[in-house]
């Protein structure tokens, strides 16, 4: 098998459930990580400008805006039959797909067509399969005809006014006919081969198998009635397949046979992606934190969730152009230095980079190799929007970019209780104290694989205690605790916490946080709050907080209340030492 440079730009649209995820494998294997992007869903125009000067290939679920192909692109996809489709989709859904907040309504929408025998599902299910070839094409042509949900990362809800079947049919086939490959499933290895031809490949392995669905019955297995509201959701995909097939099926290029397909629109000045607002990777009532590979970038190369910068001087990250109303704020960024010696100007502007707030340089260790967490203070005193964090990186240097992170401190001291500056810390202890309340915070206790963000602590995929300590005195008597911070979109997964005394030896309070659905408690709560007794002073008090690798979890800090004998509390099924 040889190895090639691919000197072209080509765009795999890559449809659900029609062996993409094999195509993407065999396309690396071939050429590269370095030709082909990752796995990317986003609209047309934002994918060519953000990953067309990086990559020659780019890799995704595209999602159309009525402006038509670009033509310095090639495009090739691969059609499947429409019913197999929707079926291995169905139960690809139901029984491979992980379950997170995105995915939650189009799980519970499979589980309901599948119950239902195809009469009930939810809406967000229902667009990712109802004539959803056709209605997806369409929508490149038809101008203000989609609108896309990329939220899910697997289909655009496309919504065409006025336009019939028969337009929407015949807009989709003129669009499918100016690819310059289309396969088809039911014949992937002539797709291969056609493939390989068009990115001058001359050596070349055959397709593995990649992300298959699992116990799907045949399409003779399923219920006549279950097969019957299928058929009358792909009707017209069924009879664009039919087309396709007879039009495009053994060809690589020909000229169109269909008019009216409109060119791409090359005033770049409308794209207007630049200073577009980015979904957060995760949202909380005091953070927005943001997943490196999701903000734009002018020198990098997106490596898993990080950017890599790649040696030249240029911005590796800008972005996320957020909407901040006055208050005090942190922006932290952290990463890897892969350089040694590296000198970083870290900056948070608005209005295109006009209005500065904050800067600050950001000094790497002589040696490379160790990981960064850096913050950036700003104060906003009235609403700006375009708020951006930039980090420049020096020429013949190089970085990985994690994440960017915005705390905003205020709601943080007022969910601790501490905004108003009534807490002082008590002499010998590393906690804050006042009239029987006790707030320790993330940076006066331990961590063994914790990520320092800011006054905060997070977990980082590995198994451990996220924090441990802080070994303080509290007499004898009843007590409340709870966690304060925020669940990431992956939940708690299995997180528990515990009280213990004498170095750990004696175990005062143990109890799991929750087994993982998202967003399990409320009001800024980790878990549930919960209490514990002490028969004795104890003089090394550890509050210990363990997670997995699948845990996401921001702590803000751990308030207990001691519980006066007047207090109006429920103290059924309080712990006590064992």
Known sequence: MTRAYYSGRAIFDHLQKTAGMAVDDWLVRHLGAGTVTPLLTGHLRHLIERYGGNYPIISGHVLFDGTGLDPRYQYFTILREPVDRVISWLHYVDKNMGLDDDSRELKMGAQQFLKSEGEEATRTFLVSIDNFYVNRFSSAVMGGAAVADVRHNYFSHFIVPHASEQQRLDSAMAVVSEYDLVGFYDDLPQFISQLADLLRLTDYAPLRAVNVTVNRPARHDISENMLNNILKLTEIDREFYSKSKEVLDGRSKKPSLY??????????????????????????????????????????????????????????????????????????????????????????????????????????????????????????????????????????????????????????????????????????????????????????????????????????????????????????????????????????????????????????????????????????????????SLDQDVNDLEIRLWGNSQSEINLCGIVLHQIRDNDEHDLHGEAHDT
């Open 259 to 532: 008019l009216g397909v409109r060119p791409f629109n090359r005033d770049l000045i409308t794209w207007n992606y630049t200073t577009g607002s980015i979904r957060p990777y995760w949202h909380g009532a005091y953070l927005e934190h943001y997943l490196a590979k999701d903000l734009f970038t002018k020198t990098g190369t997106i490596t898993g969730r990080a950017l890599v910068s790649s040696g030249a001087e240029g911005y590796l990250c800008h972005g996320p152009y957020l909407r901040l109303g006055p208050g005090r704020y942190l922006a932290v960024a952290t990463g890897i230095w892969i350089t040694g010696g590296t000198t970083c100007n870290a900056d948070i502007v608005s209005d295109k980079g006009a209005v500065l707030h904050a800067e600050k340089k950001l000094i790497g260790p002589a040696i490379g190799g160790s990981g960064f967490s850096n913050v950036l203070e700003f104060v906003l005193d009235s609403e700006q929007t375009g708020i951006e964090f930039r980090l420049l990186v020096p020429e013949g240097h190089q970085v990985q970019l994690n994440s960017v992170t915005f705390l905003n401190q205020e709601i943080i001291h007022k969910m601790l209780g501490t905004e108003s500056g009534g807490l002082s810390t008590a002499s010998g202890d590393s906690v804050q104290r006042d009239l029987g309340k006790t707030v320790i915070l993330p940076t006066q206790m331990f961590s063994k694989f914790g990520v320092t963000v800011g006054p905060t602590l997070q977990t980082a995929s590995r198994d451990g205690f996220l924090c441990y300590g802080p070994y303080i005195t509290l007499g004898c008597g009843r007590y409340s605790a709870k966690l304060v911070g925020s669940i990431g979109p992956c939940g708690l997964a299995g997180a528990y916490v515990e009280v213990v005394c004498d170095s750990g030896k004696r175990r005062i309070y143990h109890q799991p946080l929750a087994i993982t659905p998202f967003y399990e408690s409320s009001d800024n709560t980790i878990g549930q709050s919960w209490k514990f």
